[in-house]
């Protein structure tokens, strides 16, 4: 064989198959993922709402570690955002909104136009969102916002704007014991990450830093979270990549990641 002709065959033997925790989209899967993952949520939000007693005790022994370590912050950004109805409200909004929409949206987003990225996007959502769930059940946490003697203010029912988790209609929706980690936050890392990895406007990758940051604010301004809740956050986000990195060969997820911003779109 001659040299043009072992040029001409490079690349042409079979390639290999990815494993299933990278499967490409198809959009029934994701489906199935999405209520798979509703499933045992909702299972460990009814076993957490009927056995309180034990989320209040780490709650207790989560802050006070806190103050040991001279982080406790809730409580100072909390005063700020309940004396003030506009700030309070629209921390309330970003809340219930930015979470329940943004993930999906992003996620979408990277279905439709970065489809190249999307098994490795997937994976970094799964992972943490599973390990969180995992520590719900394992080591419940009751929000600053339920524990009694802090003069938490829960913003939520003072200042009800498109949701209240607390004592609302929603309440039986939401898991309340379930504070460590903050999922709310791992899943703005995700968001912020992926926009930035694969969006070509540097507006809107400013915007995706922006995101983590105000969501962190937020959660510890409604009460609704401790500060070592959001560092739980950021360890189950940064577990994700670890494990991806780990399973995948050196630099694969991220050429695959920096491949998709070349294809057409946002």
Do not use: K
């Amino acid at each position: 064989m001659t040299a043009v002709d072992e040029r001409a065959t490079e690349g042409t033997g079979p390639t290999r198959r990815q494993p299933w925790w990278l499967a490409p989209a198809r959009w029934w899967r994701e489906i199935l993922v999405i209520v798979i993952g509703y499933g045992v949520y909702t299972v460990i939000q009814h076993h957490l709402n009927v056995s309180p007693a034990p989320a209040y005790r780490n709650a207790a022994a989560l802050l006070a570690l806190e103050h040991r370590l001279g982080i406790a912050a809730e409580h100072p950004l909390n005063q700020l955002f309940a004396a003030h109805a506009y700030l309070a409200t629209a921390a309330n909004c970003w809340y219930v909104a930015m979470h329940e929409a943004a993930t999906p949206a992003v996620l979408l987003w990277i279905f439709i136009r970065r489809r190249a990225a999307y098994p490795y996007a997937r994976f970094l959502l799964v992972v943490p969102t599973l390990l969180g769930f995992v520590l719900y059940y394992v080591v419940p946490v009751a929000p600053p916002r339920l524990l009694p003697g802090l003069d938490m203010i829960d913003t939520m029912a003072r200042y009800p704007g498109l949701g209240d988790y607390s004592t609302g209609a929603m309440s039986h929706t939401a898991a309340q014991y379930a504070a460590f980690p903050s999922l709310h936050l791992a899943w703005a890392l995700w968001s912020g990450a992926m926009v930035c990895w694969l969006a070509r406007h540097w507006c809107i990758r400013v915007l995706a830093i922006c995101y983590p940051v105000g969501t962190a604010l937020v959660v510890l301004g409604t009460a609704n979270h401790y500060v070592l809740d959001l560092v739980g956050g950021v360890l189950v986000t940064a577990f994700g990549v670890w494990l991806l990195w780990l399973l995948q060969p050196a630099g694969e997820p991220f050429r695959s990641l920096e491949s998709a911003t070349d294809t057409p779109g946002a």
